[in-house]
C-alpha cells in the first residue's frame, strides 16, 4: 500500500493536537460564554468530571492489560449499594461504609476474573454477562428500578461528597488521589510493567514467565474497586442508591480512555492521556452547557472529538 | 473402466523451464540464479536445507512473489508476467502444506469452494458438485469419499486428498507442486498419497515435489533438482535409495568451519554421573510420545527433527506451554510442574522460535525486555528503579554486544540477531541454568550467528545445561555434545556428536533408509 507522505513537521503537531484543540476549546467557551472562566465554574467542572475520572482510570487499567470492562457500572453500583447497606441498615461508620462499597465492587471483579482468567471468556463478552446479571439483580433488589433513598446520612460519609479539604471540593481530592495511585501502578510499578507487557504481547508474557492469568484477574478486581469511590461519591451526593446509575459512566470512561491513549507516541492506553480525555470531555459538557446550546448535542461532540483523535493518531502513525 | 465425466479429465502436463530466477530479500539473495527445469508428465523432487530457496520458487510458482529477473518457458513459450493470475491460467496448482480447509464443511462444499457449479437460474447445483467431487476423488485420487461428510470427520491423508482435489477440480491443471505434503500424516498414511500422486502422473500432469524427507523423494520421484544457498547445485537422473547420501552431500555442500567453537573436552560418563535435568516418557498424545533423555550441567544437548516430527511440541511441552498429557519430568531427581512461569523461577527458560511474537514484547524498551523476568532485582518494594534498570540492562547490552547501544530502542526496531541477544539477556538477568534454546539462528545473520554460538558453548562451559532445538542439521552438530533424533514423535535415538557427521544426521532426521516408524 501506498500511503501518501506528510511533511516532516507534521508529526509533532499531530501529536500534540489533542492538546492545541482543548486549548482552543478552552479559549472558544471563554469569549463566548464569560461565566466558563469563573473559578466557581471551572471548580464545578473537576468535581463533576470526579467520578467519570475515577471509572475512566479503571478502564485505562484494564484496557492496558488487553481487555475491555462493560460492567464497571455494576461495579459503581455494587458499590454504592454496599455502602447505603452499611450505613443504613448496620449503622456503620462512614469508613467501614467505604470499606463495604470496596468489597462490594471488588466482588462484581472477581466474578469478572472467575469468567475471564477461570473460564477462558474473552472480556467483551464475559463483562457483559456481569453487566446484565448485576443489572438485573439490582432492579431485584430495588423491586423495579427505583432509588432507595436515605436521607439521615451520617455526616461522615455526607462528606464525602459535600465536603471540602482547604476549600478543594472532596470529590476531587478523592479522584486526585486516585488519579495518583494509578499513574503510580501503571508507570511506576513492576505490576504495571507487566500488565502492559500482558496487553501488548500476552504470548510473549507467558514466556517471560509472568503469571498472566494472576495478573489479569488482580486487574479487573482492583479495578471494580477503584470503581466504588465513584459509587461512593454518587451515593453521598444524592444521599440515595440509584439502581444502575453506574450505566451511564461506561462510555465515556471508554471514549476518554482511547482520546487518552491517542496522545501517546505509540498509541497506549495511560494515566496522563485519560486525565486529559476526561477533561476534554468535561469541558465540552459544561462549555455547552453555558452556551445554552441544547444538551444532546454533548454525545455528538463527544462522539466527534474521540473519531477525531483517533483519525489523528492514524495519521500520525502514518506520518511516522 | 469408463471415465465419461468431465470431472475427472485433466489436461496434458506442462514443460516448465525456469532460468537465472533471482529473488532478493532486504538483506538476504533468496534465489540466485536458480534453474529449475520439469519435464511433462514427470514427478519432479525438489530438495535443499532450511533457507535454500526452495520456499521462494515455490512462491514465485504461485504468483505470490514477482521475480526480480529470470525467465520461465512454459512449453517452450516465454513467459512474461508472473502474478498469481498468470501462474493459475498456465495450470500451475500448488498444494500448500498447511490444509485450510473449513472443519464444518462437507468435502463437495470444500472441493467447490471458490469455484461453485451453479445451476442456470444461478443457484447451487449441490448434486451436481457433490456428484463431481465424489468422482474426481473416486477415480483420479483413489478415495473413495461420500460428497456429504463433514471435514472434521476425516483422517488427515483424506483431508490432503480433498485439499488436491480442490485444486485440481477444474480440470486446468497441468502442473502441480506439492509442498511438503506428507508433513503432517502418519506413516500409514503417505501409501495413500502416493498412490493419488502417482495417478496424477499416470494421467500425464506434471508434478513438482518438495520435501525433507529423502525416503520419500528416492521413493516416488523421477528426477531430483538439489538447491543450496539460492541456487540449483545438481540435478540427479532416476534417484534410488542408494543415491540419498550423494544428495546429502549436495544439500550442505560445505564443510563445517569455525562457526562453531569448540567444545570442553567432556567424557560420556562426565554426563550421565550428574544428571541435572531428566525427562521420563514424556508425551502428548499427539504429536510425540514416550520421550526420555537425561541431561548434565554444561552440556549441551540437540534436538533434531523434521518439521512434523514433534519437536516443537516437545519444546513447548517441556517448558508447560501446552502441558504434557504423560510422563514427567525432574530437576536434579526431583519431579517439576511444567508451567511457564515456575520454570522461569526454577531458572528453567525458553529462547522461542517466534521471538517477534513470543520472545519479546516489540513495543517496549530493550531495557524492559531485557528486566521483564526479573523485575523485582532492579526494584524497590515493587517500585521500578529507572537507573538500576537502565544499569543492568547496559551492562548486557554491551556483554553481549547488542546494538544499537542504546537500550531505550524499542526491541521491534532491532534485527533479528540483536533481537535473539535481548532474549539471551533477559534470560542471563534472570540468572537461569537450563536454557531451552527453539530455533537460536532462525533469521539471525551469519555473524550474529557466530556470536550467539559462541555465547551458548559459554553458557555450557559455566555449568549451564542448554537445550537446543533446530531443524539445521550442521548447526546441532557444531554446537552439541550430544543430539537426540525425532522422527514422527518418537525419539529413535540419541547420538554423540563426535560420532556423526552432518550426512548421517540428515539421513536419520529424514529417515532416509525409509524405515518410518509405525505410530
Known sequence: MTAFALPRFVAPLLRHSLILILIALLVFFSIQAPAFTAPTNLLTILESSAVLLIVALAMTLIIASGGIDLSVGVAIDFGAVFALIALKDFGAPWYVAIFAALAGAALVGAFNALLIVGLGIRPFLATLGTFFIGSSIQRIYTDGGGPIAFRRMEQGFRDLAAGNIAGIPMEIVIAAVVLVGYYLLLERTNFGQRVHAIGLQPRAARVAGIRVGRHVAVVFILAAASCALGGVILAATLRQFTPLAGQSYLLDAIAATFIGASIHPRLRPNVPGTLLGVLFLGVVANGLNLLGLDFNLKSALSGLILVGALALAGLRGRAG | ?519
Open chain 2, 1 to 519: 473402466m469408463p471415465l465419461p465425466l468431465a470431472a475427472a479429465s485433466l489436461a496434458p502436463g506442462l514443460t516448465l523451464a525456469m532460468t537465472g530466477i533471482v529473488k532478493t530479500f532486504p538483506g538476504v539473495r533468496a534465489l540466485d540464479a536458480a534453474d529449475l527445469d520439469i519435464r511433462a508428465g514427470e514427478i519432479h523432487g525438489l530438495v535443499g536445507e532450511n533457507g535454500a530457496g526452495k520456499s521462494t520458487i515455490i512462491k514465485i510458482l504461485g504468483g505470490v512473489y514477482a521475480r526480480d529477473a529470470g525467465d520461465i518457458l512454459a512449453n517452450g513459450e516465454v513467459l512474461a508476467g508472473g502474478a498469481a493470475a498468470d501462474m493459475h491460467a498456465i495450470g500451475i496448482r500448488i498444494i500448500h502444506q498447511e490444509l485450510n480447509l473449513v472443519d464444518h464443511f462437507t468435502v463437495a462444499e470444500s472441493v467447490f469452494l471458490g469455484q461453485e457449479r451453479t445451476d442456470r437460474f444461478g443457484g447451487l447445483a449441490k448434486r451436481r458438485m457433490r456428484r463431481e467431487a465424489e468422482a474426481f476423488l473416486r477415480d483420479v485420487l483413489e478415495c473413495p469419499l461420500d460428497g456429504q461428510t463433514l471435514i472434521r470427520d476425516l483422517g488427515i491423508a483424506e483431508r490432503k486428498l480433498v485439499q488436491i482435489a480442490a485444486a485440481l477440480i477444474d480440470g486446468k491443471a497441468r502442473l502441480v507442486v506439492f509442498d511438503e505434503p506428507t508433513a503432517p500424516l502418519a506413516a500409514a498414511e503417505t501409501g495413500r498419497l502416493f498412490n493419488a500422486i502417482r495417478n496424477l502422473k499416470a494421467r500425464g500432469v506434471s508434478i513438482l515435489y518438495v520435501s525433507h524427507y529423502l525416503g520419500e523423494i528416492v521413493d516416488i520421484c523421477d528426477r531430483v533438482t538439489v538447491f543450496r544457498n539460492g541456487r540449483h547445485v545438481a540435478v540427479l537422473d532416476a534417484p534410488n535409495p542408494t543415491r540419498t547420501d550423494e544428495i546429502i552431500t549436495w544439500m550442505i555442500g560445505r564443510q563445517l568451519d569455525d562457526l562453531y567453537p569448540a567444545a570442553a573436552v567432556r567424557t560420556a560418563d562426565g554426563i550421565e554421573a550428574e544428571p541435572s535435568f531428566a525427562v521420563e516418557r514424556l508425551g502428548d498424545g499427539r504429536s510425540f510420545a514416550d520421550v526420555s533423555f537425561s541431561l548434565a550441567k554444561g552440556e549441551i544437548f540437540g534436538i533434531a527433527g523434521l518439521i512434523g516430527s514433534g519437536r516443537d511440541e516437545l519444546v513447548d511441552g517441556l517448558y508447560g506451554l501446552r502441558p504434557p498429557a504423560t510422563g514427567r519430568v525432574t530437576r536434579a531427581g526431583r519431579p517439576i510442574r511444567l508451567d511457564p512461569a515456575l520454570a522461569v523461577q526454577s531458572g528453567l527458560v525458553l529462547v522461542p522460535r517466534d521471538r517477534r511474537r513470543d520472545g519479546l514484547v516489540l513495543d517496549l524498551a530493550v531495557t524492559d525486555n531485557i528486566n521483564l523476568a526479573s523485575l523485582d532485582e532492579v526494584s524497590t518494594a515493587g517500585f521500578r528503579r529507572e537507573r538500576r534498570a537502565n544499569a543492568r540492562a547496559t551492562r548486557l547490552a554491551d556483554l553481549l554486544d547488542i546494538r544499537p547501544r542504546s537500550v531505550g530502542t524499542r526491541a521491534g526496531l532491532l534485527s533479528g540477531g540483536n533481537q535473539q541477544k535481548v532474549v539471551l539477556g533477559r534470560w542471563l538477568a534472570a540468572e537461569a541454568e537450563i536454557f531451552l534454546l527453539d530455533e537460536p539462528t532462525i533469521g539471525v545473520d551469519i555473524g550474529a550467528r557466530a556470536e550467539i554460538y559462541r555465547l551458548v558453548r559459554e553458557l555450557a562451559d559455566g555449568g549451564a545445561t542448554v537445550i537446543v532445538s533446530s531443524g539445521d542439521a550442521a548447526e546441532l552438530i557444531g554446537l552439541c555434545d550430544r543430539i537426540a533424533v525425532l522422527v514422527r514423535g518418537k525419539l529413535v535415538e540419541i547420538v554423540r556428536c563426535g560420532e556423526i557427521s552432518v550426512d548421517g544426521l540428515i539421513a536419520r532426521t529424514t529417515d532416509a533408509a525409509g524405515q518410518r516408524v509405525a505410530s
